[in-house]
């Protein structure tokens, strides 16, 4: 039926792919952090329960199992009771129930409640981390991508002294773990020179809002964080970029090019256009690791994205919000995959000739 | 011999060969010339000299020792964490490509979705739930266990070329049953790429660790480097200038991966006559 437009049928092919590919995720997401068997309830009970006389802490802890879905209950709205056996003790759920209860949550767009932040839900801490993120990673990752890829292509065609001190620089940027690279320049930069601030988003003294004031002081914060993202993304790229390109070089038709004497910058982008292919699908492969690492780097400068949410939640042994912002990510890395091959779909020549890749190869 | 031989014209391999082999002794020798000690020494964050050449952390314990001891640990965990996902990812490289079939999609499926999950996500999950008994060699095995699938691609994509090769239909007309044909008339042609991919493991295992220890999800039982920079960002150091609470620990994550990095590449420039001038 599909078979007049090979792209759109691409990318409902991959589209499928990443839903199965989401509920597996999700799945993993829910199992995980139960397998090491403790009860969030016991937890919060151990911070919080202390000095309460039994009446209370029961009453308490049976609002918590509600509130979590540890235990059955019955009717909805105001009349939401606690199912209880015959020596009125609650009746716990099972795994797989609590499961599907998490699963119908999820589609709810509810993730639950914060231990820590009790009682706020884990969707509204996410929602104020997200665009922090976002504004830190989307730019970072296509700058970093842009920049490495054009310099890669760059070494590759020049060879010769560009490349000798470019090549060995690019694999030491990335050899950096990101979060050791962010420590050295915010003591460079902000503990040595003050030139940055060290952590934060903004300034203490500046309240968010659509002032000139709390923009130049987010810019101003944003620049290191920025710069220890994009220059290992950038090295990384690079690397892979020249040993592409020294690759296509030896092709014939850049051999032809030379020898009909185009332009040196024509050449290039011949080649560009070539070994970038390759250069996007394996962006989509590192994005997982290109987001992580970006988070660990948020919480390097203490950004207040979800890098930061994630490291308090983690402090605090708050599952939900762990479990809420890893599934945030999972999600955003799957999207953002999508996104990368239905741009394969438009650009790969062999995708718009409806034929297969990946296959046989 | 004439692989080496090539190898060792390479300055890229030459430098990546002495760090690594440089810190590897390091780590091996560093506990027998040095004595090491984990007890408090001297004040919190004492400045470097006075008989300790890195000075002291936050608890006055000496930064030398705990770093040969996060040097050990990182490295442990590099290679625990290398042959655990090298194996597994070779092992179903190689049979899903030369296997194909139905064992073949299988395999590559589950493959393509576990590699679009993040393994740091996957990482955090698990160690979050497991508060105690977080050990050094556990979570080596979970970086390796979660980290496998980008080789078992890259292998795959190795052993279906392979697939249609003359020496290998030889070899079937001949009777070789399977695990002979992939034992000796495959694994050899790989091994060298088997190899390269390895490597990179180990450099991924070494960083894996350093960031889930770096956000306080770090072994339990050790110091690893991750841990000595958790603690350092924890207390502030970072921010108050104390720069031997970080930059020796950075600066020997950073050598180990660039020497690996350093090895892979020369490796490759090697092995891949494309890569060559």
């Not at chain 1, 952090?33 to 919080?48: A, C, T, Y």
């Not at chain 1, 802490?57 to 509130?67: G, H, S, T, V």
């Not at chain 1, 509810?110 to 706020?120: A, E, V, W």
């Not at chain 2, 090491?36 to 964050?45: E, S």
Request: with cysteine; glycine share 12%.
């Amino acid at each position: 039926m599909l078979k007049q437009y090979p792209t759109l049928r691409f990318i409902l092919m991959r589209g499928g792919w990443y839903f199965i590919t989401f509920l597996v995720a999700v799945t993993i997401n829910f199992y995980l952090p139960r397998l090491g068997k403790h009860n969030p309830v016991d937890i919060i009970m151990g911070k919080s329960g202390s000095g309460m006389s039994t009446e209370d802490a029961r009453i308490k802890e049976e609002m918590y199992l509600q509130e979590f879905g540890l235990v059955k209950v019955s009717g909805s709205g105001a009349t939401r009771e606690i199912v209880r056996d015959s020596e009125g003790k609650p009746v716990r759920t099972t795994g797989f129930e609590q499961f599907v209860t998490y699963i119908g949550m999820c589609l709810k767009g509810d993730l639950g409640t914060s231990f820590q932040k009790y009682p706020k839900k884990v969707v509204d801490v996410i929602k104020e981390a997200v665009p922090w993120t976002l504004a830190l990673q989307i730019p970072t990752i296509i700058c970093g991508w842009i920049v490495g890829n054009v310099l890669g292509a760059m070494a590759a065609y020049r060879r010769g002294i560009f490349d000798k001190v470019f090549f060995p620089f690019a694999l030491g940027l990335s050899a950096f773990p990101f979060f050791v690279f962010g420590m050295l320049l915010v003591y460079f930069f902000a503990v040595g020179f003050h030139w940055f601030p060290a952590m934060g988003g903004y300034a203490n003294n500046v309240i968010p809002s659509f002032s000139f004031e709390f923009f130049s002081s987010a810019a101003h914060h944003y620049v290191l964080p920025f710069f220890s993202i994009f220059l290992i993304l950038a090295g990384g790229q690079a690397i892979g970029m020249r040993s592409m390109g020294i690759y296509e070089l030896g092709t014939d038709y850049i051999k032809y090019a030379k020898w009909l004497g185009l332009k040196e910058s024509k050449v290039l982008a011949y080649l560009f256009r070539n070994a970038m292919l390759p250069q996007i699908t394996g962006l989509a492969l590192s994005l997982g690791v290109m987001i992580g690492g970006a988070l660990i780097t948020e919480m390097i400068f203490s950004y207040p994205g979800l890098g930061m949410a994630m490291l308090t939640a983690i402090q605090n042994n708050d599952y939900p919000m762990i479990q809420g912002v890893t599934l945030i990510i999972t999600t955003s890395v799957l999207i953002a995959n999508f996104t990368v091959d239905v741009l394969i779909g438009f650009l790969d020549p062999r995708v718009k000739a409806g034929l297969q890749i990946g296959k046989g190869n | 011999m004439k692989i080496l031989k090539n190898l060792l014209k390479s300055p890229m391999f030459i430098i990546g060969a002495g760090l690594f082999f440089g810190t590897l002794l390091i780590a091996l020798i560093g506990p027998i010339v040095y004595n090491m000690t984990m007890d408090r020494v001297g004040a919190q964050y004492a400045a470097p000299g006075g008989g300790y050449l890195l000075g002291l952390d936050d608890l006055g314990r000496d930064y030398v020792s705990l770093l040969l001891s996060g040097l050990r640990s990182s490295l442990y965990v590099g290679f625990l964490a290398g042959i655990i996902a090298t194996t597994i990812g070779t092992l179903i490289g190689i049979y899903g490509g030369f296997r194909g079939g139905l064992v073949d999609d299988l395999l590559n499926m589950m493959t393509n979705l576990f590699v679009v999950i993040p393994q740091l996500v996957i990482l955090i999950l698990i160690s979050a739930s497991l508060q105690e008994g977080r050990s050094l060699t556990l979570i080596g095995v979970i970086i390796g266990l979660t980290g496998w699938t980008w080789s078992a691609r890259a292998v795959r994509a190795q052993a279906s070329a392979l697939k249609s090769k003359d020496h290998i239909s030889l070899a079937k007309l001949n009777g070789d049953n399977t695990l002979r044909v992939l034992l000796v008339h495959i694994l050899p042609y790989i091994f060298s790429y088997v190899f390269m991919v390895f490597i990179i493991q180990v450099a991924s295992g070494i960083l894996s660790e350093s960031a889930i220890s770096m956000i306080g999800l770090g072994p339990l039982d050790t110091v690893s480097l991750g841990t000595i920079l958790n603690q350092a960002k924890n207390t502030g150091a970072l921010g108050d200038g104390v720069w031997w609470a970080f930059m020796p620990a950075t600066a020997t994550i950073t050598v180990i991966v660039f020497a690996l990095y350093l090895l892979n590449t020369s490796m490759d420039g090697v092995f891949n006559p494309r890569l060559r001038k």
